[in-house]
């Protein structure tokens, strides 16, 4: 019984004493440590194992291999957040055991090795190029987490703070301070960020703010250097700040969201505060300034919103910048709002900066911009850029390719992409000093390099006078009143009588010359209205470098803009509808090309120039189809034909043009329908007196001496013509040299043929002219218009004559001359034949070789009906004539009442003469008969009349249409009684 219950006894004795010897010897062990150099269990490898007992286990691991342990395994659910949170208590509770435990080196996987000490209050881990922390860990009532550093290197961040774990709710709540770590070759930051969040494991909440910093260099670190340079390098070059903090952020996430990055981006909402920002859009331009600037990421979008923004001196206040779709397709959109200014400039330097050079300058009106300028970054590439939006421009001026314009309103719209460039611009009643008032439509392609522009027409008027071009803008016609003339011949008497060398005189003078220097021709080049040009279009090309092209296609209208300038007008007549100045010229049709390099002086070529003017060339064709070219600038205008039929210069105040082998038509020029040529002949129905003629002639030699003791160039016209042939009332009169001169409201003209000479004048719409010393042949020429037989032989002619209200009225003397070949004559001759008592008396030389005349007169006036035959006085060898008559030139017929005297110094016979009723004896011995022609100027009929008979018609009719012929010769002969024969110049003009 004894021994069994000893038995009992000593079995657990015995045990627990063996129990007790184990743990002897295991603590001595410990006590001394325990090293195992490697050791498996399953998937776990352990080498260099280290434990040592002190008052608290030791710990050391060279390496621990759980690479197999934490391989994922499809099939196997993960812990959940309670079971985690008790293998962490579990943990702790088993840390407390430890007094400190130092694990080398963890291979979590091949590529991540992590490094763990524990030091029996704080833990230490790092994770190599990932993450190094030290924190606290301890177990209350919950668990808490007290980070005192967590860096996690790829992205240069540091953590601090704490983290508590309510067991109750399963929550974790942690209030942490996020600050960057420093990163090479960028510049330190003191950025802390205070993050407060609360998850449950499946979401998280998270509110953060921060301190105020300079820079946003931190960032760079996240941008990799192969991705979004475009945007590095428009954050980090283009943008620098006094103040950046953000003052609010949150953050809302659901851990199973499977596009979790994505809703990051929408539900993250931060508001920050940026103070004293510079933002350089582009490095050519001057940056825009913001005292303050709000920040907001809101919806997966950052707005920045200035306040109290400027660039240069243009107040942005509205503007704003958007940015968007962050990553590689990040995007920027800026809203641009310019109030009401005069910033014009800035606004063109910013569209040049981007390749868009506007053709505008000299701003003056206020202007107003709305513009949204989009930036699309491009990995590796140059950000996209997209324009949109208006410039408002208010009423003033401006230069539109320096061509300085107003307008009462204007907009410009852009729409620049990166495939297109293009510019609209829409002005209304856009106005070029007083010659344009225009609605225009202008779109400028800045991709193709095109400029199109659609006009509707209010007023185009460009005058041929400056004065009336740069006169203030009129909606209406402007005409400019002309001036009372200067100098009034009613005034001229007293002022002559003064005498001419009195200041008086010559102050008058004086202004005269200034008066007719500054006379300006004045006639509208083109005038239109919506009326005869409602709309005009106008393209421009300047996609070649230095070479710009337009085109008027109404007009037909080319020009270039290169190293030079050059107009082309292809089709006058395109331009005739608007253009009074062709239809002052009769310009009908033909084409214009003018160029230039310096704008300073141009040359032009004219060709199939079409203008009714009375010239003619030599083989009988109009000169009405002609080319002309020539230069005009500083030096005047100088012009020609290629034929050099025509040459002409224009030098201040003269005009010289030098005419050859051109013929001219003074019938058709005194009918001709041209204004210009109906208002040089136009004297207003007013004509001055003689005495007042008289006083002027005075006044305009003392006029033209002043200029020429002064050296004033006069102003006058010239005229210089060879080989001319001038047409008067049907007959053709060739002249070797001609010279014509207008001046002072004088026409003056001297030409020469042979040894012939004819001076001309016209004032006050009254002719004058003298010619001398024509021979019979020449005047066998000039009636080849109405006989094609010589009717004259030898001779000598003088003629002066005079033109007035359509009349021609001249006296014609002769000498020396044989008509023969003559109807009218051969008729008259005829009837002597026929009368025996005639015969008796009649010389037998008569008719043999023509009527011989040895001295003539003939007083005759002549008009677009009739040639009146005031006075014929003929004395021949055979027969003198002595009578009067009329002719009327359309119908060819003759009324004519003539004394024939056949018998000279026979008057002792006059007795033997039976027909005495027919006969006068003269007191100079002569004996005349009475002789009428009527009908047919071709084949005229001859009558002998009763002497009563001679005093009646036809010379009452000559009265009833011409002025007494001899009182206007007698006023002629007057005004010739002191004038030298005048004899053309030698012509002076050469090619210009």
Excluded: C
């Amino acid at each position: 019984m004894i021994k069994a219950i000893s038995k009992r006894i000593l079995r657990p004795l015995f045990s627990v004493g063996l129990v007790g010897v184990l743990f002897a010897i295991l603590f001595i062990v410990l006590k001394n440590g325990i090293y195992i150099s490697s050791m498996h269990f399953g998937g776990l490898k352990i080498e260099r194992f280290y434990l040592k007992l002190n008052n608290k286990f030791l710990l050391r691991v060279g390496q621990l291999d759980i690479i197999e342990l934490v391989k994922h395994k499809p099939n196997k659910k993960p812990p959940t957040i309670a079971a985690i949170a008790r293998y962490i208590q579990y943990g702790m509770w088993s840390m407390d055991y430890f007094e400190k435990i130092t694990i080398q080196e963890i291979d979590i996987k091949p590529n991540i090795k992590a490094h763990v000490f524990f030091d029996g209050h704080r833990y230490e881990f790092t994770l190599p190029n990932l993450l190094k922390g030290q924190f606290y860990l301890q177990e209350r009532q919950d668990l808490h987490l007290n980070i005192d550093h967590l860096n996690i290197e790829p992205y240069y961040a540091k953590i601090v703070g704490q983290a508590t774990y309510h067991k109750s709710t399963q929550q974790l709540n942690f209030n942490l301070e996020i600050s960057p770590t420093p990163a090479p070759n960028t510049r330190p930051s003191k950025l802390k960020i205070a993050v407060q969040g609360l998850t449950d494991f499946k979401s998280i909440a998270l509110k953060l703010n921060s301190n105020t910093i300079k820079h946003i260099d931190f960032l760079k670190p996240y941008f990799k250097p192969d991705k979004h340079q475009a945007l590095q390098k428009w954050l980090f070059g283009n943008i620098a700040f006094s103040g950046f903090q953000i003052k609010d952020a949150k953050l809302a996430l659901n851990f199973k969201d499977k596009r979790i990055l994505k809703t990051l981006q929408n539900d993250l909402s931060v508001q920050a505060v940026v103070q004293n920002a510079h933002v350089i859009y582009n490095p050519k331009l001057p940056p825009i300034m913001a005292k303050e600037v709000d920040l907001e990421y809101k919806n997966g979008q950052l707005t920045i919103m200035p306040k109290h923004i400027n660039y240069q001196y243009m107040r942005l206040e509205g503007s704003q910048v958007v940015m968007d779709h962050f990553g590689p397709a990040s995007r920027l959109v800026a809203s641009i709002k310019n109030a009401q200014s005069f910033a014009f400039t800035p606004i063109k330097e910013i569209l040049k900066a981007y390749n868009i050079a506007l053709p505008l300058s000299q701003f003056k009106p206020a202007i107003g911009a709305d513009i949204l300028l989009t930036m699309q970054f491009v990995p590796h590439a140059t950000p996209l850029l997209f324009v949109q939006g208006s410039v408002d421009i208010s009423a003033g001026g401006f230069a539109l390719y320096g061509v300085p314009l107003y307008t009462q309103s204007a907009q410009v719209f852009l729409d620049i992409r990166p495939t297109s460039k293009i510019v609209y611009i829409n002005t209304t009643h856009t106005r070029y000093q007083n010659m344009a008032d225009t609605d225009n439509r202008i779109t400028l392609d800045f991709t193709h390099k095109t400029l199109t522009s659609q006009a509707t027409i209010y007023k185009i008027q460009v005058n041929t006078n400056p004065a009336i071009n740069n006169n203030p803008f009129s909606l209406q016609r402007t005409a400019l009143p002309k001036t009372a003339p200067t100098l009034r011949l009613s005034t001229l008497p007293n002022l002559i009588a003064k005498g001419v060398d009195t200041l008086a005189f010559k102050n008058k003078l004086r202004q005269i010359i200034q008066a007719q220097n500054a006379a300006v021709f004045s006639q509208d080049i083109i005038y239109a209205t919506q009326d005869n040009l409602p709309r005009l279009n106008f393209d421009v090309d300047f996609s070649k470098d230095e070479h710009t092209t337009f085109k008027i296609r109404e007009l037909e209208i080319e020009g270039a803009i290169s190293r030079g300038y050059s107009l082309n007008l292809k089709n006058i007549a395109k331009l005739v509808p608007i253009s009074p100045l062709a239809h002052y010229f009769a310009i009908k049709r033909g084409a214009l090309k003018i160029t230039t390099k310096d704008l300073k002086s141009f040359k032009f070529f004219g060709t199939n120039l079409d203008i009714e003017l009375p010239l003619y060339r030599n083989d009988g064709l109009r000169f009405s189809s002609f080319s002309l070219l020539g230069t005009f600038g500083d030096r005047g205008l100088e012009f020609f034909t290629p034929d050099k039929a025509v040459m002409g210069r224009i030098r201040g105040g003269e005009k010289i043009l030098f005419i050859n082998d051109i013929n001219f038509n003074v019938d058709e020029f005194l009918k001709a329908k041209m204004p210009a040529i109906k208002e040089l002949l136009n004297t207003g129905g007013r004509y001055p007196t003689k005495e007042q003629i008289k006083d002027e002639n005075i006044f305009i030699r003392a006029k033209q001496l002043y200029e020429k003791q002064h050296k004033i160039p006069p102003n006058r016209l010239i005229i210089q013509a060879q080989n001319a042939v001038i047409t008067f009332k049907g007959f053709p009169f060739a002249l070797d040299n001609i010279l014509a001169t207008m001046r002072d409201g004088r026409f003056r003209a001297d030409a020469s043929y042979h040894h012939a000479s004819l001076a001309f004048d016209m004032a006050h719409g009254q002719l004058t002219l003298k010619a001398n010393n024509f021979s019979g042949d020449y005047l066998n020429m000039v009636l080849q218009s109405v006989t094609t037989q010589n009717l004259i032989q030898g001779g000598l002619y003088t003629l002066i004559g005079g033109y007035k209200d359509n009349v021609f009225s001249g006296e014609l003397k002769l000498q020396n001359t044989t008509i023969k070949n003559f109807k009218l004559l051969q008729n008259m001759i005829n009837l002597i034949n026929t009368i025996p008592s005639l015969i008796v008396f009649r010389n037998p030389r008569l008719g043999a070789n023509g009527y011989e005349i040895s001295r003539g007169k003939v007083l005759f006036g002549i008009n677009t009906d009739y040639l009146g035959l005031e006075h014929i006085q003929l004395t021949g060898t055979t027969l003198d004539v002595d009578g009067n008559g009329i002719i009327e030139l359309a119908k060819r017929k003759i009324d004519m009442s003539l004394n024939i005297a056949t018998i000279k110094g026979f008057a002792n016979v006059i007795n033997k003469i039976p027909i005495v009723n027919y006969l006068i004896l003269g007191g100079d011995g002569k004996i005349s008969t009475h002789v009428s022609l009527s009908g047919s100027l071709d084949n005229p009929k001859v009558n002998v009349t009763l002497a009563k008979d001679i005093f009646q018609a036809p010379f009452r009719i000559f009265k009833r249409i011409f002025t007494p012929i001899e009182i206007i010769i007698d006023e002629i002969r007057k005004g010739m009684k002191d004038e030298p024969i005048r004899v053309p110049k030698k012509p002076s003009l050469h090619n210009p």
